[in-house]
């Protein structure tokens, strides 16, 4: 070739540049060309809650008993309309695209043939995955903000406890969709386990309204902890305790789901 | 890079061969090539398991720098993952791999730094342009973004797709689609490309200017691994093949040292208007030295094929249509295997 003479050099040290960044470039790369309509869904989704359930369903809240724990409904929720986006966006970009690069476009054939890894392929993705949960909780946060449900300067600490919560479940959906043969399986995962969590693990009322038998299997989700963690820092009502608990347990199901979806992508690409 | 066909030593004096060092063996007073028959690719009784089914099953393979190396057979033959074990994104289940004289089992990274593969089934970012495909594959490599930005532009050159660079990939023609994917497997200068089939679902003017596209990496030197079910394919491309059964090796050689192994000059091909060919097996009896029986004709394998036809006419059979051809590697494969190639 013309362009041999660099090569050789670059060839035997693979390792200048770190897998997991080149993997989350690429998608980076991708999502330019998406990015003005994803960026818009992820954020008006989130809004349209807040504007249905936060000041329509709310005002019936508020009116018939003064809000939820002395807030106004909208602003009970905001915090946990947060959360559960930080799952939304990061379970959407771990999910199809995940089924995709291992049967439909086969883009992690293409990136394992290269001097990458499994372990590469799905940090560089949870990389992307985590810009793309904080941006579009950073301006889910901005307008809740303008709309007066922010109540403490925390909240910043909020957006840090989101995002981790979007990657933990992005990695554990990562480590489910890299199972699949095809998106029948996603199907069941959204309408048995995302839309349930989103709906009744404390986002838009408190668990406590569950049954008894439920409640438990609300403590089991990593999103009510990631909610209640949010609500408290967002309110301004946050211990240090309950908060780095709950942090704790969220980072511990993304430290599972990280290491399953590595294993998970290893088995199914190298045989 | 020295250009070595397999079993030459250190070459006679004088001249100097290109890339010999201006060492002497002090005993014969000849130039010494530097180690160029030391062998890219190295497999010893190399075998793939898939639970119960064994794919590969036990063959030996080298591969040296500048040759162009066919493995040949049908599908299911096991080249594909032969290919993927070379590729070290499949671990070998028995025997030995050695690949650029080192272990894919331990040195997987390191080596596929090195090489350039085309896999059978496109992996192209069909959402990105034909140019940003190259420029992310090249950083996988670690190249640095300058790098890979110019190689892209000779690349892109080199695979006649400049004036396409900035269209997106998902509507170009399967045959640009490949001759893209084949120039994102050389974005890292690799000495070994892997090429797992790679005009397979082409048409014929689409392959024909994918082959000329290889054959001009073959004379710059690069070593070229294919897989390949075509024999036309294998004849163009290879130096040296070996023919793929069941998971073995049943042959091994230059095309035309196994056509004049393992079949006559020339080929008459007999139609009859009949459903079962091998009732003309006794007419043509001592007109050939091999006979075959395909369901549509017979190949009579013959030294001359136009004598032949003189006799078939002499002894008043009258086929429907008759024609004598050269030998190929399909009849080669026909008489190892008892089968056709392309079923």
Known sequence: ?271 | MPRAGPGDGPARVPPRPPGAKEWVDVGTGEYLLPVPDAPLILARGLVKRFGDFVAVDGIDVEVRPGESFGFLGPNGAGKSSTMRMIGCVSPPSGGTLQVLGMDPATDGPRIRARLGVVPQRDSLDEELTVEENLWVYGRYFGLPRHVVRERARSLLEFAQLTDRADSVVEPLSGGMKRRLTIARGLVNDPEILLLDEPTTGLDPQARHVLWDRLFRLKREGVTLVLTTHYMDEAEQLCDRLVVMDHGRIVAEGSPRELIDRYSTREVLELRFDTDDHSRYLADVDGVAERVEVLADRLLLYVRDGESAHGEIVRRGLEPMSSLWRRSTLEDVFLHLTGRSLVD
């Open chain 1, 1 to 271: 070739m013309a362009t041999t003479t660099t090569a050789t050099a670059a060839g035997t040290a693979p390792a200048a540049v770190p897998g997991w960044r080149v993997v989350a470039e690429h998608w980076l790369r991708k999502y330019r060309r998406v990015w003005f309509g994803s960026a818009i869904s992820s954020f008006l989704a989130p809004l349209l809650y807040l504007a249905g359930m936060g000041f329509g369903l709310g005002m019936l809240v508020d009116r018939s008993s003064g809000g939820v724990g002395g807030v106004p409904y909208v602003a009970f929720i905001a915090p946990g309309v947060l959360a559960a986006t930080a799952m939304q966006v990061g379970v959407g970009e771990t999910s199809f695209s995940v089924i995709g690069g291992i049967k439909w476009d086969r883009m992690y054939h293409a990136m394992l043939a290269t001097p990458l890894g499994p372990g590469d392929v799905v940090a560089g993705q949870l990389a992307f995955v985590a810009f793309r949960v904080l941006t579009s909780c950073t301006v889910f946060l901005v307008v809740a903000a303008l709309l007066g449900t922010v109540r403490s300067p925390w909240a910043l600490a909020a957006l840090a406890v989101a995002t981790l919560c979007g990657l933990a479940c992005a990695a554990c959906s990562y480590a489910f969709s890299a199972r699949l043969d095809n998106d029948r399986g996603l199907t069941l995962m959204f309408r048995f386990v995302i839309t349930p969590m989103m709906l009744f693990a404390g986002t838009f009322f408190p668990i406590e309204q569950l049954p008894g038998w439920l409640q438990p299997v609300a403590w089991v989700t990593p999103l009510w902890h990631a909610v209640d963690a949010c609500r408290a820092l967002v309110l301004g009502t946050a211990t240090p305790g309950p908060v780095l608990g709950h942090v704790a347990y969220v980072a511990a199901w993304l430290v599972a789901g990280w290491w399953l979806a590595v294993r998970t992508l290893r088995r199914r690409m190298v045989v």
